[in-house]
């Protein structure tokens, strides 16, 4: 889960805040932007030119989501806004208004999102407050953006004056201004707030009013002490209405008409004040609520702060426990860092003693070699002295003799210091491995110690987990105490206000007594005005007496009038009369006029377009003429492959398609030649019915043929082939319906034949459907298409027959020569007018049936269909309507014989009759569950409904762009032709190739003869080319033999080199050896000729003899030597051959196989060229070089140091004790993925040697 914005979490780089989450441009995938608590990240917010979030320099850095470990997931705390800061000092400011009030007071109700944690119980009065503050919010903020209004603010109390702010008289008009009190702006403020609660005092809330014209001077005596209520602004943006002035009227003229409107507004304006003081009263007691709400905050701060105390002492214990909690981890981190290094210095000890008991190891073998050299050089020197004692016996006591016998003691006693030097080294040597050994023991002991470490450091870590969450869990609570500080801070703010609010409702009260005093004195003005409007009533009942008399002698000359009147209107209606008849005659000659040139034009515009439709017709046959000529041309050149296969085919495509077309066109011209739809909403005969239910036939018809066509359109060659095989079967079937457009042509098309013959194809068409054309979902579209049409066209059918059956009613109904018998029912109530409201059902739906199947034929003209999931649902609703057809149907088969009986005299007409067999009809039709005491054209119509419903429903899911897939499919004789033009080619070639071979042919036939006289000669030829070929073949074996001798010689050759080099090095080292020990004994020697000068004569004699017998000597051991490097030659001969023996024996020669001639008839791209050759077997010369590489990589990994490198972890710990924190290490620079490379490579390796040898035994 991806840590929230806001959230404290810890990276690599130490903790920080979460800022940023989500996409970044500078790399793909999800990015978290952290802000770090100190300088070690990477950028300040923002990454090459684009800011993702803004912090200090080097303190912001990206991570990826698995890098972050979430410490708290709660957002950061917010700190407390500087309002609370401010109120926290007690002292008094001035209010900022009522919108600033209210929105304080609904923040103290509502809560905001930081405080709504708090556990302070709301009292019964905070619903009340709530209440007040949101209607005074509501009233504070202007609706009106239009006209703004001066803002209204509420000053302390000292602010009270006997003036009026120059804001809030400044719209007042200067005549009604208050001479004796002025009230302040909180208390016109406070006042207007009140007012708005009286419905008369507002206009409507879009309004804007135009500001009140200045009053007469007669007004100012009455209406001063209501001026600034009557004309203070509205708080919702407008200004209010300004009352009527109202005057004083002189009593000279007691007929004005302006008395009884004064009085009915003087009226209405005490009405208002008497609401008014009601309101002041509500109001007074909101805010008698409101001054105990807080008190009652008042009494809760004890509480609180006692409850923050308990808080503070609770976190000083928790803020101890992390201290004491973080010492624990810091300790139990230094002994795993100490353990880890102890661990480390064990390893590094053991490597050490594993390579100084390697280097043991090697010395030992070099000191056993020197003394096997020695023990050889002994016993060879012992057998040249024992050869040599047969020698003169006076040559024994030559000076020379005596010298080799010296240095013979000498070398002995060297062999001897030899050979205790190897005893000590080899005692050394063995002390070293028991101390390696101990050391191994004690590496043992310290890796138990190792893994106790590493328990007790795994304990470390959970215990540093769980003080991680103590520490979390007191971080939490000192947050708690931030917010209940936060809410101590709000609650004395809300104090404050209360105050101010007690101070205001103190100033309002004062308000309030001076408008009881101006409500007083506004009364007593009333009631004299009342007085002088009585008197003026009494002067006006005078006035009106006087006109009522005048008034009736005005009506006695209206009736005179009205008779004068009414002999004018009778010859004014004879002379209308005569003027209507004048005109009728005038605009039937008109209409007629209109109507010839109506029908001369039509017939000039119809003469045009028959003319260019001739026009058009004849270029079209040119055209059809001139692509049949270019059909005969190009036939000839098609591939007799497209004519044989793919030509029956085509044509079937081309069939089905043309017979759709012209069913189609059948369809059109009849539809259009009896008016059909609109001919249905009139008078109806039989024979519309009939066409209705043929074009139905037809459409089926169609659809299927269409179906056919986008199948062969769509489908794979396979199936285009084999539907193509039907064609010479089915073509004789179009000549029927060219029949039928031939008769339609010269107008004597018979309805009864085309469905007789629709019918038939009709069913041989649905056996096609299910031999050949089963299984294909190319056609989905059409099929769609097809369920449309058949829904649209019994709906048709529907109408016809409810039509036929409404217009022979009504015939009958007006026919006077026929007996009616009712029955006591209206036949227009009962039959005629359900008829009718079933054919408007009928028109409503097929309204919705076209825009559904023009929306299925524009899906079909772009390649698309309908999704499958919609198939069942137009399937459902194609089905349904079969049932009205049948009721429609049977209703005019059951009336019209009735009618014919009532028309013949044979029986009267019944419309009882006629309803009882709707009635049957619709229970075996449509309405088989009809209830009891319902009309069953109400059933029927409830069924057209719900058709209509579903087809609705339908509608919207088909014109979903979602709804709709296309439809891809390659063409069928696309494919064909790539096919035909592919074997056209490979047959072109095999001709060509035939051709070639034809004329090889003809020559050899030539050659034939020619050869013929030949043969005898080439028997004996080819008897003796066998016998020489016996022997090619023998020479051949022979030669095999030698290679494979030669390969095996030159292998021998490059291993007796490589021996010879080896014996070469061991020469030169001999040799150098020999040199040495010549200069050692030419100085042993002038040692000796200088320590015995006197025995001068003796000297050559015996000198001779011991020269003699050192020569030998010297010959005998260069023997030795020589004959201890052939041993060593032989052995590693030996050896060599061992080698060369204990190989597998060489394969028998693979013979080779001759070449294939070329096969004219395949291609280069065939499937068998592409096919992959098997891997070729091994063979010894790669054999032998995957040896030399192998042996070259172990001897590579065999020489290479086995140490693991410990200074990038010295070196990232020491960063990590310098910076803090964990730092991030390589996963390839830790020591055990070192050592496991080392085993993985070691194991590689292995595998390879298995696997050489698994094929050389193979081979």
């Known amino acids: ?59 912001g850095v990206f991570v990826r989501p698995s890098q972050v470990k979430v410490i708290n997931a709660e957002p950061e705390p917010q700190p407390p806004r500087t309002v609370a800061r401010t109120v926290m000092s007690h002292q008094r400011t001035p209010s900022t208004g009522v919108s600033r009030a209210a929105s304080l007071r609904s923040n103290g109700a509502s809560g905001s999102s930081s405080r709504s944690s708090s556990p302070v119980k709301a009292t019964p009065s905070t619903s009340a407050s709530a209440i007040a503050s949101a209607r005074t919010s509501r009233l504070a903020a202007p609706s009106s953006p239009a006209k703004r209004i001066p803002s209204l603010t509420l000053q302390p109390r000292k602010s009270f004056s006997r003036q009026l702010p120059a804001e809030s008289s400044a719209p ?7 001479p004796r009190i002025g009230p302040s702006s909180s208390q016109e403020a406070l006042v207007q707030v009140q007012r708005t609660s009286s419905p ?8 804007v009013v135009e500001p009140p014209p200045p009053p007469s001077p007669v007004a100012h005596t009455f ?22 002035s109202i005057s004083r009227v002189p009593s000279h003229e007691p007929t004005s008409p302006i008395t009884r409107t004064e009085d009915s507004a003087m009226h209405a304006k005490i009405r208002v004040l008497e609401a008014k003081r009601a309101d002041d009263a509500r109001h007074i007691r909101e805010l008698e609520t409101r001054l105990a709400d807080a008190e009652s905050f008042v009494a809760l701060r004890p509480k609180l702060q006692a409850k923050l105390q308990s808080l503070q002492s609770e976190l000083i214990a928790t803020k101890r426990a992390l ?17 880890q290094e102890q661990l480390e210095m064990a390893m590094l000890d053991k490597e050490v003693a594993e390579e100084k008991a390697e280097l043991a190891e090697q010395e030992l073998e070099e000191v056993k070699e020197r003394l096997a050299h020695v023990e050889v050089e002994l016993g060879v020197m012992k057998e040249g002295g024992a050869s040599g004692g047969d020698g003169d016996s006076n040559a024994k006591t030559s000076l020379a003799y005596i010298q080799l016998e010296k240095q013979n003691e000498r070398l002995k006693e060297a062999l001897i210091r030899l050979r205790d030097m190897s005893q000590e080294t080899e005692q050394e040597q063995r002390r070293r491995i028991a101390e390696m050994e101990k050391d191994i023991t004690s590496i043992d002991d310290l890796q138990g110690q190792y893994e106790q470490t590493l328990i007790k450091l795994s304990n470390a870590e959970t215990q540093i987990s769980s003080l991680q969450q103590q520490l979390d869990d007191a971080l939490g609570a000192e947050d708690l105490l931030v917010q209940l500080t936060e809410r101590n801070l709000s609650l004395s703010e809300k104090i404050e206000e209360q105050r101010i609010t007690i101070e205001d409702l103190e100033a309002l009260k004062e308000l309030t007594d001076e408008l009881e005093e101006n409500h007083i004195q506004v009364e007593r003005e009333l009631r004299d005005e009342i007085l002088e409007r009585e008197k003026d009533l009494r002067e006006e009942k005078v006035r009106v007496g006087l006109l009522e008399d005048i008034v009736s002698d005005a009506d006695g000359t209206i009736a005179r009038f009205r008779e004068v009147v009414a002999d004018m209107q009778g010859e004014l209606d004879s002379l ?19 109507t010839m040139m109506s029908l001369n034009l039509k017939l000039q515009s119809s003469a045009a377009k028959n003319q260019a439709r001739a026009v058009e017709l004849e270029i079209k046959k040119l055209e059809a003429r001139e692509r049949g000529e270019l059909l005969g041309i190009v036939q000839p050149y098609l591939p007799q492959q497209y004519v044989e296969s793919d030509s029956d085919a085509t044509n079937c495509y081309l069939f089905f398609a043309r017979l759709g077309y012209k069913t189609d066109l059948i369809n059109t011209i009849v539809g259009l030649a009896h008016g059909l739809p609109d001919s249905l909403n009139g008078v109806v005969s039989e024979t519309l019915v009939g066409i209705c239910e043929m074009r139905g036939r037809a459409a089926s018809f169609s659809t299927l043929c269409k179906r056919f066509a986008t199948i062969l359109k769509r489908c794979d060659p396979t199936s285009f082939l084999n539907i193509g095989r039907i064609y010479p079967e089915i073509a004789p079937m179009e000549k029927r319906i060219d029949l039928h457009i031939d008769l339609l042509r010269r107008d004597e098309f018979r309805e009864m034949e085309f469905v007789t013959d629709v019918l038939k194809m009709l069913a041989q068409f649905d056996h096609l459907a299910e031999t050949y054309f089963d299984g294909f979902e190319q056609d989905l579209g059409e099929r769609e298409l097809g369920y449309a049409l058949s829904y649209d066209h019994d709906l048709d059918v529907f109408a016809a027959s409810i039509g036929l059956t409404k217009t022979s009613v009504a015939v009958i109904l007006n026919d006077e020569d026929v007996v009616l018998d009712m029955g006591g029912y209206d036949p227009e109530e009962e039959l005629i007018e359900p008829l009718q409201k079933l054919l408007e059902q009928c028109k409503s739906a097929k309204v919705l049936s076209k825009k559904l199947t023009k929306r299925l034929d524009d899906v079909i003209q772009e390649s698309s269909a309908l999704k499958s999931h919609l198939l069942p649902q137009l399937k459902t609703l194609s089905n349904a309507v079969p049932e009205l057809v049948n009721f429609g149907i049977s209703l005019a088969q059951q009336v019209i014989p009735h009618l014919s009986d009532a028309r013949s005299a044979k029986a009267p007409f019944q419309l009882a009759t006629v309803l009882s067999y709707a009635k049957q009809t619709a229970l075996s039709t449509v309405a088989k569950d009809m209830k009891h005491g319902t009309s069953c054209f109400e059933a029927v119509g409830e069924a057209i409904a719900q058709l209509s419903a579903e087809c609705n429903k339908l509608l919207p899911l088909a014109m979903e762009p979602e709804s709709v897939f296309k439809i891809s499919g390659t063409p ?25 071979l034809q004329e090889e042919i003809q020559g050899l036939v030539r050659s034939l003869k020619t050869k013929d006289q030949t043969i005898q000669e080439s028997g004996v030829k080819i008897e003796h080319m066998e016998r020489r070929m016996e022997a090619a073949k023998k020479q051949a074996d022979a030669i095999e033999d030698l290679k494979i001798a030669l390969s095996t010689a030159r292998k021998q050759e490059r291993a007796y080199e490589e021996a010879m080099e080896q014996l070469q090095a061991d020469l030169d080292t001999f040799e150098q050896d020999n040199a040495k020990l010549k200069v050692l004994a030419a100085g042993s020697e002038r040692q000796a000729a200088g320590a015995q000068p006197v025995d001068s004569e003796n000297i050559p004699m015996e000198g001779n003899v011991e020269t003699s017998h050192l020569l030998e000597q010297i010959e005998a051991l260069r023997g030795t030597v020589r004959f201890l490097r052939t041993e060593n030659s032989y052995l590693k001969g030996q050896d060599l051959l061992k080698e060369i023996q204990a190989l597998p024996p060489l394969p028998d020669p693979v013979s080779r196989v001759r070449t294939p001639p070329l096969d004219p008839s395949g291609q280069s791209d065939t499937d068998e060229s592409d096919t992959e ?84 035994n193979a081979l």
């Open 972 to 996: 069928p004789w696309v494919v064909r032709i790539e096919e035909i033009r592919a074997s056209m080619a490979i047959n072109a070639e095999a001709e060509r190739k035939a051709a070639q």
């Open 576 to 594: 209308r009369s005569a003027t209507q008849t004048a005109q009728h005659e005038s605009a039937t000659a008109a209409h007629q006029t209109a």
């Open 1 to 59: 889960m991806d840590p929230p914005v806001g959230a404290l979490v810890e990276v690599s780089a130490g903790r920080g805040i979460v800022r940023f989450a989500g996409a970044t441009s500078f790399s793909a995938g999800k990015w978290i932007g952290i802000e770090l608590a100190e300088p070690k990240g990477k950028n300040d917010g923002s990454l090459q030119g684009l800011t993702y979030f803004s912090c200090k320099p080097n303190h």
């Open 323 to 339: 201290a004491d909690a973080e010492q624990l981890a810091n300790l139990g981190e230094t002994r795993g860092a100490d353990s």
């Open 200 to 207: 008369l005092a507002l206009p409507p809330q879009n309004a």
């Open 1173 to 1256: 050759l098997p891997p070729a077997p091994p063979t010894i010369r790669s054999l032998a070089t995957e040896t030399k590489v192998l042996y070259r990589d172990v001897i590579k990994f065999s020489s290479s140091p086995r140490v693991v490198d410990l200074s990038a972890l010295h070196a990232k710990r020491a960063e990590s004790d310098c910076k803090g924190g964990k730092i991030w290490m390589r996963r390839k620079a830790t020591p055990a993925q070192q050592v496991l490379d080392r085993k993985m490579e070691a194991e590689r390796l292995s595998r390879r040697v298995r696997g050489l040898l698994d094929r050389a």
């Open 172 to 178: 007042l008009s200067p005549a009604l201004q208050t």
């Open 223 to 244: 209406l001063q002490p209501p001026a600034p209520i009557d004309s203070s602004p509205s708080l919702n943006g407008t200004k209010l209405a300004p009352s009527p």
